[in-house]
T-cell receptor, first 117, second 112 residues
């Protein structure tokens, strides 16, 4: 158990709909990352938040948005869903955003399976 | 443009032998690298890391080697065990842990 909690674990929704995925980071972690993994694809970095502020942005579509709340949990909002958005969405957390030579390890949750039909 | 490449989609190794998983990167600004293992329907789990000030890091059966001039790193697993069968992802970051970029993964099968 990594200590990162994601809900829901599974979600089936129709095209055009909007969903929200939730992530609770490990206790003490200030940084949250969102990744997308489609079938047989690698992990695509979407976005990173650090202590409530956006820190880095990857290949995140304009239909997607995220935020990190004062209690450090994060939500990923996916709107106007398309069939191609079906994927496994991972949240990860770490203590910091980047720190010296000791590095910064990120720990992943179990993922949220999204199926768009 | 893939910044982190794992050119072998799959690898099969006999139990007890060495598994060598390779990873290449293109961004010379990357300074911190990690390896993750992923079982089906589970999140990736952290294995081992290495920063650019080192060329080797060892943890039990797992050793990561970094060749900065070649922009190449490798993960050695000795001896390989059937429980090591999983997908292995290489990840790289700048500023020692910001904006991690993952490779596409290599599926390792350790045969009994």
């Amino acid at each position: 158990d990594s200590g990162v909690t994601q809900t829901p674990k599974h979600l089936i929704t129709a095209t055009g709909q909007r969903v929200t995925l939730r992530c609770s980071p490990r206790s003490g972690d200030l940084s949250v990352y969102w990744y997308q993994q489609s079938l047989d694809q690698g992990l695509q970095f979407l976005i990173q938040y650090y202590n409530g502020e956006e820190r880095a942005k990857g290949n995140i579509l304009e239909r997607f948005s995220a935020q990190q709340f004062p209690d450090l949990h994060s939500e990923l909002n996916l709107s106007s869903l398309e069939l191609g958005d079906s994927a496994l969405y991972f949240c990860a957390s770490s203590v910091a955003s980047g720190q010296g030579h000791s590095g910064n390890t990120i720990y992943f949750g179990e993922g949220s399976w999204l199926t768009v039909v | 443009d893939q910044q982190v490449k794992q050119n072998s989609p799959s690898l099969s190794v006999q139990e007890g032998r060495i598994s060598i998983l390779n990873c290449d990167y293109t961004n010379s600004m990357f300074d911190y690298f990690l390896w993750y293992k992923k079982y089906p329907a589970e999140g990736p789990t952290f294995l081992i890391s290495i920063s650019s000030i080192k060329d080797k890091n060892e943890d039990g059966r797992f050793t990561v080697f970094l060749n900065k001039s070649a922009k190449h790193l490798s993960l050695h697993i000795v001896p390989s065990q059937p429980g090591d069968s999983a997908v292995y992802f290489c990840a790289a970051s700048q500023n020692y842990g910001q904006n991690f970029v993952f490779g596409p993964g290599t599926r390792l099968s350790v045969l009994p």
